[in-house]
């Protein structure tokens, strides 16, 4: 590959994405504000940077995968960073956050003649190893065309097109992660109900996951479940999504009874 792309944020998820673009043979400039997560893919030949500005080459790609609004605030805002973006050059942003944060960054590129994609991520860090991401994404159609090539070099098995408007993938994104959480916390429920009742969880959500339930979601927490008790741990993700859907729904004061039972669960 002869493009070089610039990545910044090397976490649980950005590290494996990021490997799999060293893999595919696209040359790295990567940033993190704790660098030595970047050493394994130093080790691979990727650059470290000292600061986000300096993985941005003129006319090129970025792309960033960040925890949330106010990080993806802060990268584009940094010093340097916009002005090296310039026309022709692409900011991929990966980074799950309200529609409103893209809409405002995705203005603020324009007016540096610089395009933002949008293209939130559905996975685990072991879904990016095994090459099982899905990921929509949104921006201006040129740009679209010339990143596919690098979300399927990310590890996506799928790619959707939600069109050309600010904010329409990390819509998609937070219903999916809502959707996500509501059947996490349902199946543990239903396995608890069952297991405290004398009826292994495991038998139970074998047969739910091989007949009614036969859907991706449903096999990997429910096993999860029934072998260790517990849909997500202490990751605070879940958490932080589902506050991102109740202000999304609140914008249209549409009522969010689901999601504000989900949140108080989460924070207890």
């Given at each position: 590959m002869s493009e070089t792309i610039g990545f910044i944020g090397l976490g649980n998820l950005g590290?494996?994405?990021?490997?799999?673009?060293?893999?595919?043979?696209?040359?790295?400039?990567?940033?993190?504000?704790?660098?030595?997560?970047?050493?394994?893919?130093?080790?691979?030949?990727?650059?470290?940077?000292?600061?986000?500005?300096?993985?941005?080459?003129?006319?090129?790609?970025?792309?960033?995968?960040?925890?949330?609004?106010?990080?993806?605030?802060?990268?584009?805002?940094s010093d340097g960073f916009l002005e090296r973006l310039g026309p022709g050059s692409i900011h991929i942003a990966m980074s799950t956050v309200l529609p409103e944060t893209s809409k405002k960054l995705a203005a603020i590129h324009a007016e540096h003649g610089c395009a933002y994609v949008e293209a939130p991520i559905f996975g685990v860090p072991q879904a990016a190893v095994a090459r099982q991401l899905w990921i929509p994404f949104t921006g201006p159609q040129i740009a679209k065309e010339r990143v596919r090539p690098i979300l399927e070099a990310m590890g996506a098995q799928g790619i959707f097109d939600f069109g050309e408007e600010a904010g329409a993938a990390n819509i998609v994104k937070i219903a999916g992660n809502f959707l996500i959480v509501s059947a996490g916390r349902s199946v543990g429920e239903a396995l608890t109900m069952a297991k405290k009742n004398g009826v292994d969880p495991k038998a139970v959500i074998d047969m739910l996951t091989s007949s009614l339930f036969n859907a991706p979601i449903y096999k990997s927490y429910g096993k999860r479940i029934a072998e260790q008790g517990e849909a997500f741990g202490?990751?605070?993700?879940?958490?932080?999504?589902?506050?991102?859907?109740?202000?999304?729904?609140?914008?249209?004061?549409?009522?969010?009874?689901i999601a504000n039972t989900l949140h108080d669960l989460l924070q207890n």
């Open positions: 590290l494996p994405v990021a490997t799999n673009l060293l893999k595919a043979g696209y040359a790295l400039h990567v940033y993190n504000r704790t660098a030595d997560k970047a050493q394994s893919l130093v080790a691979q030949g990727a650059q470290l940077a000292e600061r986000p500005a300096d993985v941005v080459t003129s006319g090129g790609i970025v792309v960033s995968l960040v925890w949330d609004d106010t990080a993806l605030e802060s990268v584009v805002m202490q990751n605070p993700i879940p958490l932080k999504d589902i506050g991102l859907f109740k202000k999304t729904a609140q914008r249209i004061e549409e009522p969010t009874p």
